[in-house]
């Protein structure tokens, strides 16, 4: 069978390592869909240099399939539209990542949901096959594939997501169709075996390697991996609900990442930088309660910077944990250097136009 190809410069741009924010979910006060803010998140994103944009993943809030809300596919078709808009009045390409996620029928019907929306990849989520076997996981990654290019990814269970072996991802790689892999287990161990499931299945070369470890961000995008076997792996890029925020020092940072990997040695600035950040993201992904208030913490940033009307998500009962508003408050007084504000405030009045 002959499987959807992604287009060259899709390719060569997740190779060569992009920005690639997890895109919010704005309500209104009523929790209804804003689709103004909506549209200025996007824009937003774009004029911050993202060079790519996931929709419909957790940060987006999984439940907009719900029947009562029924907005996945209002939610991917607004963020294509915008991005379209905003890639042929800048002339350049935005990577679009739809959220894949369900049993294998429905995982199936949103993949070529996304891909009729234009959307050049699928990250698939695992989280609702917590009992399958590796070979039930890796047929469920076939039958995917088959409809869209993949972005694999490892969630890290505390929200949601499994324990998946090295084995698994030797397999996963060898699908002729993954084209890159988000790596967020939050554990180094578990890290470590997607690399190894890399090197194994013979594909290094052809798999783009993004962090998703929202807690070692800047460590990732430091660090390469030499195997045993004379492989060099490394991070290219991110694809992170951290990078929803303060995006444009999020671009900034990866290049300055790259300017760090230049130098014959790491500078101290680098590893100061990594702790600051890992800082700031246990504050808005609200580490302290077991990541309770993690997109609440998202909005509130963006609701603080007027990019959004509310904080709410479709959950009533998801809110900033105690104490969460002002430990945001602080690591945004203590780290100026990596929020955008200014940036921000320059240009809402047309993003929300």
Same mark, same amino acid.
């Given at each position: 069978m002959s499987l959807p190809q992604p287009l060259l410069w899709v390719t060569e741009y997740l190779q060569s390592g992009v920005t690639i924010p997890a895109h919010p979910l704005a309500l209104d006060a009523n929790r209804r869909f804003d689709e103004r803010s909506q549209r200025a998140l996007t824009r937003y994103y774009h $004029? $911050?240099?993202?060079?790519? @944009? $996931?929709?419909g993943v957790h940060t987006t809030q999984f439940a907009i399939r719900n029947p009562e809300h029924n907005l996945l596919r209002p939610v991917l078709e607004l963020a294509a539209e915008t991005a379209r808009v905003e890639d042929e009045r800048a002339g350049? /390409?935005?990577i679009l990542v739809a959220g894949i996620l369900g049993n294998t029928q429905q995982a199936v019907a949103e993949a070529k949901l996304a891909r009729d929306l234009g959307y050049h990849l699928g990250l698939l989520s695992l989280a609702a096959l917590p009992g399958a076997t590796d070979e039930e996981l890796i047929d469920h990654a076939r039958a995917v594939a088959a409809e869209i290019p993949l972005f694999g990814f490892y969630l890290q269970p505390s929200v949601g997501g499994r324990i998946l072996s090295r084995s698994f991802w030797r397999e996963f790689c060898a699908i002729e169709n993954v084209m890159a892999i988000k790596v967020a287990p939050f554990n180094r161990y578990g890290t470590l075996d997607v690399l190894r499931g890399v090197v194994e299945s013979g594909r290094a070369e052809e798999v783009a390697l993004y962090t998703g470890n929202d807690d070692t961000i800047i460590y990732d995008l @430091?660090?390469?991996?030499? /195997?045993i076997e004379g492989i060099c792996l490394k991070f290219v890029g991110g694809l992170l609900?951290?990078?929803a925020v303060?995006?444009?020092g999020a671009v900034e940072l990866l290049a300055k990442v790259r300017e760090w990997k230049g130098s014959k040695v790491i500078p101290r600035e680098a590893l100061q930088t990594a702790l600051h950040v890992t800082e700031m993201n246990g504050a808005i992904f609200d580490a302290a309660h077991n990541y309770a208030g993690c997109i609440p913490g998202i909005h509130y940033v963006l609701y603080k910077q007027g990019l959004i009307e509310s904080i709410n998500t479709l959950d009533p009962s998801e809110l900033l944990s105690p104490g969460q508003r002002e430990e945001i408050e602080r690591v945004i007084a203590a780290y100026p250097h990596l929020v955008d504000d200014d940036f921000v405030r320059d240009h809402l009045e047309e993003w929300r136009s």
């Open positions: $004029a $911050a240099g993202a060079g790519g @944009l $996931a929709v350049r /390409s935005t @430091l660090t390469d991996y030499q /195997s609900g951290h990078w303060w995006t444009k």
